[in-house]
């Protein structure tokens, strides 16, 4: 699979070489490394993972909140699917905000550049946050939790000790930065990017603590997660330039 999708990025570089001028410079000495290095971490990650053994019954009775930093402990009492689903819908928009700047005339004579630095802050962030995950396995607030609300058998899925540290949270915020730097890059003198830079540190924040919220995430995670994809999703335009 890995293999295929290589294959397709390869054929889909052929245009970048006909763009013209814009901020960025595409050339595959920085792009070859970035989307190699992700894809393979990204590998990396997926074997680990699936070496993940999940809770067992007695397992899950061993936890102890007490054993959690007392900053994070409150989250082992909350739950809420409401909150959850909420966090999901702000996940799922964000997907689509860089390409809301193909609204944008400066921009969208440049929507290879678009979609590459895209893909490549997509599946850096997602290599990163996938490969923490299944190296920590911290459990999550809700495998604590003995609110019989929750449904006991999300507690025995893998899933439930990938809580270090928030994908919802790392994807938003590298999506919100990744659009609010392109916009700048831009626009280095254009009177939105205040608004521009402020919704994209909203949107991750808010993403965050419906995470906190719904009992799915420690407060810890959910910083973590905004400062390495705020991290990425600046990072990966600027090593372009």
């Known amino acids: 699979m890995f293999s295929k999708l290589l294959s397709i990025l390869l054929l889909l570089s052929i ?17 070859g490394p970035l989307l190699g290095g992700g894809i393979g971490v990204l590998t990396i990650s997926y074997i680990i993972g699936k070496k993940c053994t999940p809770f067992d019954e007695e397992g899950l009775r061993q936890l102890n909140a007490e054993d959690v930093w007392s900053f994070d402990r409150p989250t082992t009492r909350r739950w809420s699917v409401g909150a959850q689903k909420y966090s999901d819908l702000f996940l799922t928009s964000t997907f689509a905000l860089p390409t809301t700047l193909l609204l ?7 929507p290879e ?16 946050t996938n490969l923490v995950k299944n190296i920590v396995k911290r459990p999550r607030p809700f495998a604590y939790n003995p609110d019989p609300a929750i449904p006991f058998n999300i507690k025995l899925k893998a899933d439930a000790r990938r809580s ?38 909203l949107i991750p924040a808010v993403t965050g603590y419906l995470r906190v919220r719904g009992g799915k995430h420690f407060p810890t995670d959910v910083i973590t997660g905004y400062v390495v994809g705020a991290l990425v999703g600046i ?6 330039k």
């Open 104 to 110: 944008d005339s400066r921009v969208n004579n440049y």
């Open 113 to 128: 550049q678009l979609g590459l630095l895209y893909l490549e802050t997509l599946v850096i962030n997602t290599a990163l």
């Open 235 to 240: 990072l990966v335009p600027s090593l372009h």
């Open 164 to 201: 270090y540290f928030s994908g919802h949270t790392s994807i938003s915020a590298s999506m919100s930065f990744l659009t609010a730097k392109m916009y700048s890059d831009f626009h280095p003198d254009g009177d939105a990017r205040p608004f521009i830079w402020g919704t994209a540190a």
């Open 15 to 31: 245009p970048f070489l006909t763009i013209g001028q814009s901020p960025y410079e595409i050339n595959w000495k920085t792009d």
